[in-house]
């Protein structure tokens, strides 16, 4: 049975690929995007692969690369390509992997199909992203609630931005979640600087 962890974040752009990045490469993980929207210019996938310096076979291919960067059900209806909960289970990999989502955990995939329900079917711990900035609390609790209500493992938040030591703490003790750690901001985003920052401001074992 496949093992490793689903990344999730309360928003899109928050830097949940950046941290994919340096999860991936801290714990040696495949990585794998299971629908990628948006392709014209660098997916995700090639991001995580560049900002990890890992080699191609820690890579899995997306299940739909779809053109349009919006919320892959409409991408999914402009491309014209179907969506099916049973094409989404988890690869079979010899090595964990890290699972990133297409923004949010309601985002939709079809019609009729949300990303929160196929996190249900692969039963893996999830690790929330969240901002430090305004706003992150009451995003980040209403996420947590969410996956509480529906019964989801959840493993952790990570925080990314600027450090915000009251907010940090208030989101973790209403939700009662522990803290994983922060990912600064970089002023220079290469794969050097993101590792440094990643065994500067987090601890291995909290993710075993």
């Known amino acids: 049975m496949t093992s490793g962890f689903i990344v999730a974040g309360t928003d ?26 948006g392709t014209q210019e660098e997916t995700d996938t090639q991001v995580v692969q560049r900002l990890s310096g890992l080699p191609a076979d820690h890579f899995l291919e997306p299940r739909h690369s779809l053109r349009t960067p919006c919320s892959p059900h409409l991408a999914a209806e402009i491309d014209k390509v179907q969506i099916e909960r049973s094409q989404l289970g988890l690869p079979e990999t010899a090595r964990p992997v890290v699972v990133e989502l297409a923004g949010g955990l309601l985002v939709p995939l079809t019609r009729d199909l949300l990303q929160i329900d196929v996190m249900a079917d692969w039963a893996l711990p999830i690790i929330l992203c969240a901002r430090t900035s305004l706003g992150t609390i009451n995003h980040t609790l209403l996420s947590i609630d ?46 050097v600087t993101l590792h440094a920052a990643f065994d500067a401001h987090f601890r291995r074992e909290v993710f075993q």
């Open 12 to 37: 899109t752009g928050i830097g949940k690929t950046v941290f994919c990045a340096a999860l991936t490469r801290a714990l040696g993980f495949n990585y794998w995007k299971p629908v990628q929207a």
């Open 146 to 191: 969410v996956l509480k209500t529906r019964g989801l493992n959840i493993h952790g938040i990570t925080f990314i931005g600027e450090e915000n030591i009251d907010t940090e703490r208030t989101i973790c003790d209403f939700a009662m979640t522990r803290r994983l750690g922060r990912l600064p901001l970089l002023a220079s985003l290469d794969a």
